[in-house]
């Protein structure tokens, strides 16, 4: 039995009220010198969103950003610690990090999400949580079959000998990007050929640096 009390996320004190900081959002990134986003990586378990976004993060740091990544697992080692795998726990997992990531963009980070956020209206409600160019949807197009070969985790033999229930890409849907603003192919490119897909893409728009 989980250790942690079930809350109804959708009850509301009245009494709360949205606290307006001393610093505001654009000073912050003009600090930084750069504006904030997330970089939101989305794919198939053992795609390579943790290490693409890894290795974005060393690159964007090495430039001197303020950057952070949020990685699936280790989320789950606290703030989603009460949360399985069922659809509406997953649901929870990534409302709870969108909100986690949209503080992050208000401070000017450039912050990476690695989840395997299966489901697209998910993924557009984080989307709307955002202005216009601070979410940045990365898909990491890794075919399944690359995935079960590299099974670092060893999450698709348990999945496939019925040990693992709800496994996203066997008994579970995982629904692809339609239009990601970046689309990463792990299995035609080496991972620092990702990385800099997606550094590219943000200097692109503009995003790296702030006159």
Avoid at 112 to 137: G, K, Y
Avoid at 162 to 177: L, M, N, Q, R, V
């Amino acid at each position: 039995m989980s250790p942690y009390k079930t809350v109804d996320v959708h009850v509301k004190s009245s009494d709360v009220q949205w606290h307006q900081a001393s610093v505001s959002h654009e000073e912050r990134e003009q600090a930084n010198g750069h504006q904030g986003a997330v970089l939101w990586f989305t794919g198939l378990s053992g795609s390579g969103k943790s290490t693409v976004a890894n290795a974005v993060d060393r690159l964007l740091h090495d430039k001197g950003c303020k950057t952070y990544v949020l990685d699936g697992d280790n989320v789950r080692h606290g703030l989603n610690g009460d949360l399985g795998f069922s659809d509406e726990d997953r649901v929870e997992n990534i409302r709870r990090i969108g909100e986690v990531a949209k503080l992050f963009v208000d401070a000017g980070t450039l912050v990476s999400t690695a989840f395997i956020s299966p489901f697209a209206a998910d993924r557009q409600l984080v989307r709307d949580l955002l202005s216009a160019r601070q979410f940045i949807e990365v898909f990491i197009d890794t075919p399944l079959a690359v995935c079960e070969q590299r099974d670092p985790k060893g999450l698709y033999k348990k999945a496939r000998a019925g040990e693992i229930k709800h496994f996203t890409g066997i008994d579970s849907a995982y629904e692809a990007p339609m239009s990601p603003e970046v689309h990463v192919k792990t299995a035609e490119q080496s991972v620092e050929q990702c990385a800099q897909q997606v550094v590219d893409y943000l200097a692109q728009q503009g995003i790296l640096s702030i006159a």
